[in-house]
């Protein structure tokens, strides 16, 4: 089903059933997470959901924890598909929006916004950058930020220092000069996770520095085997090859951390969820800085990344009452306030998604007393939307099987592999045009 109609089917469903005033006295939402890093976001969310209900007495919350992204995804679809109930809030990747929303799961966020007194304020407290990917072609808000992240650049400020580098790279030149200076026999210069089947969102880094998002605003076009696209994944590769600073085909996700704080890599590419993790576990100075993925521009740096995370979705067949749905959505603005992003952004090191959060305790003290976290939120001004499209996991499929084969050596024609990659990205969209 096409967005559009779809977003407005639901919309009617949600007018009808806010008319027909149902009334329930107890509400239990079942709200589905995953993590993605090393924070104990059982026992975090266990805490909001105790802090919630204490305030709103009659709602009780399920926090379930589902695992990985694609885990909680796949477990989603599968309840679904099956004729289950599924979730009624789930924080599942910004990316899923399309997916989603074209199998009639979820509801538009735009709805319950239109109906707040407050709702233009609520919504344009957000950091634009993090909202793209919660949005369709036409603007209207599907999913709230939550869980959202960038990639960032951790280095070793003491190794550095050691080599007489007082400050971190700016573009990929730099980058490979100062992993090359770090480089010995039992370290990696540098450490990038696009190892293990899913190298598309750290890639992606590379493709915006050089020039060229894969992706754009129209869910219907892929940019995937641009001049950019290809200079960016041949520059990935060459790390591992005859640059000589990581190890080839890249690092594994979860083995990147642990190899930075163990000593055996001097810089590393991974998510700000990390943050908090890494600046406790290090017995080194961390220091942080944007990711310098690509060649210098006219003001010598190089910097791209895209965003990343997780979005609150809310779902809904039909069937809920008006009580449920006025519940849910003081769940979701719950989280999404202010005081608990900026509690989650210093627990975590997630980028807290409302700027008002930023000045808000816990974390406006922390990122004073530590700028680190300061980072990839002023990253945004470089960040790229991340990819999403119709027919996106088939896509990502595709793309990350094709990155996979140029980095591990098994394609050695880049362009060749992407034009052909794209050319069946084509012919799965043409039925979206």
């Known amino acids: 089903m096409n967005i559009r109609r779809t977003a407005c089917l639901l919309l009617a469903i949600f007018v009808l059933m806010a008319g027909a005033g149902f009334a329930q006295d107890d509400v239990v939402i079942d709200f589905y997470f995953p993590s993605a890093t090393a924070n104990d976001a059982e026992g975090i969310f266990q805490r909001y959901a105790d802090m919630f209900q ?18 909680t995804r796949n477990t989603i679809l599968t309840e679904m598909q099956g004729g289950g109930a599924g979730p009624d809030v789930a ?15 979820i509801v538009p966020a735009q709805s319950f916004i239109d109906a707040m ?5 609520y919504a344009d407290d957000f950091f634009p950058a993090l909202m793209a990917n919660g949005m369709d072609e036409d603007g209207n808000i599907w999913a709230i930020p939550f869980q959202r992240s960038t990639p960032i650049l951790y280095y070793n400020a003491d190794l550095l220092a050691g080599a007489g580098y007082d400050s971190p790279p700016t573009n990929n030149a730099e980058l490979v000069e100062i992993a090359q200076a770090l480089t010995s026999d039992d370290r990696h210069g540098l450490m990038v996770p696009v190892a293990g089947g899913f190298p598309i969102w750290m890639y992606q880094s590379f493709a915006i520095a050089y020039g060229r998002n894969i992706v754009g605003d129209d869910p219907t076009e892929v940019y995937f085997n641009s001049p950019e696209a290809v200079a960016a994944v041949e520059f990935v590769r060459s790390l591992g090859t005859d640059l000589g600073v990581g190890p080839a085909g890249g690092a594994a996700w979860g083995d990147t951390p642990v190899a930075f704080l ?15 993790r890494i600046l406790g576990g290090a017995d080194f100075e961390v220091g942080v800085w944007y990711l310098p993925s690509g060649p210098a521009g006219e003001d010598g740096t190089g910097y791209g990344s895209p965003t990343g995370g997780g979005n ?7 069937s809920k009452s008006q009580a449920e749905l006025d519940a849910i959505w003081k769940w979701v603005t719950f989280l999404s306030s202010p005081e608990i992003q900026a509690d989650w ?4 090191g997630y980028i807290a998604a409302n700027a008002s959060a930023w000045e808000t305790e816990p974390l406006a003290s922390l990122s004073m007393e530590y ?19 119709y027919a996106t996991i088939t896509i990502q499929g595709i793309i990350n099987g094709t990155l996979e084969s140029i980095l591990t050596g098994e394609s050695e024609d880049a362009q060749a592999a992407m034009d052909a990659a794209q050319a069946q990205i084509d012919g799965i969209l043409a039925d979206y045009r």
């Open 371 to 389: 700028p680190h976290y300061l980072v990839a939120r002023d990253q945004l001004q470089h960040a790229g939307k991340e990819f999403s499209s």
């Open 312 to 318: 609150l979705y809310i779902f809904d067949d039909g």
């Open 54 to 71: 204490e305030e709103n007495p009659g709602i009780s919350i399920n926090p379930v924890f589902t695992g990985s992204y694609t885990d």
């Open 91 to 105: 924080v599942m990747l910004s990316i899923d929006l399309y997916s989603f929303a074209e199998e009639g799961y």
């Open 262 to 276: 163990a000593g055996q890599a001097a810089m590393i590419y991974h998510t700000t969820g990390n943050l908090t």
């Open 345 to 348: 952004g210093a627990t975590t």
């Open 117 to 121: 007194a407050d709702g233009d304020a």
